[in-house]
């Protein structure tokens, strides 16, 4: 044990510089901590994800994670997986293999090291089409008609994802969402870039739970499942967090039926905490 208690690191995901991404709390050594206080903790950091380092129960896995938003656990998350893999390895961890395996509540999860920490998408929970009536609540919450969805799509790999296909970028940043209709929707929204408008080739923005999330790996997890190698390249650049202030990009690749998500990790706080109830 620490003589205050647990190291710290607070890392900043997907910007493509610093302070332009999405922060990720990561409280390292977890091992003694219960839920009751991983959740306090969560609540308290107020960011979108907390998660904790613990020492994997599976002989395959480097380590363990836990995720939790402040007010519930998740099976999965990705900028927190990439976010807490950056504070392991910087921290001293050494992988049994050429990749690091994440061991949490939605399995093993498989994270390259190349120019990008990149995690290997998890496959889906639900996918498959939007029936009419959830087509029209989705189009109700963002403020658009039903017309103006090109294709909608189940994209829940745990967090819950719908993603939503627009016309283009312009009508993807156009958006007012009524956030006081979200409730327990997490809708993601998906436009391209013409070429030479942008250095990414789509413009995604992320609506959960009366927020919205400055870059989600999940979510672009999802998209790269359903969308690269067919309406986007097998390799592409996402951009997100533009309407939100942040310059988020995401880099997506296929490999026949693989799909990776990575970008950019920086450590912006490191030090130690104490959470105790």
Known sequence: MHPFGHPFSQVDVFGSRPLSGNPVAVVHDADDLDTEQMQL??????????????????????????????ARELPFAGHPTLGSCHAWLEAGGTPRGESVVQECEAGLLTISRGEHLAF???????????????????????GIAPTDVVDARWLDN???????LLADAAAVLALTPDRSRLGGWDIGVAGLWADGDSDAAVEVRAFDNLNEDPVTGSLNAGLGQWLAGRVLPEQYVAAQGTAIGRRGRVHVRREGNTVWVGGDTRTTVRGEVSVAN
């Not at 290997?120 to 609540?137: C, I, K, N, S, T």
């Open 158 to 164: 745990g967090p819950g994802w719908v993603g939503v």
């Open 120 to 142: 290997q998408a998890p496959p889906l929970l639900r996918e498959g089409p939007v029936d009419e009536a959830d087509l029209h609540a989705i189009a109700g919450i963002l």
């Open 41 to 70: 903790f969560a609540q308290w950091t107020n960011l979108s994800e907390t998660t904790f380092l613990l020492r994997p129960t599976r002989d395959e896995a480097d380590y363990r994670l836990r995720i939790f938003t402040p």
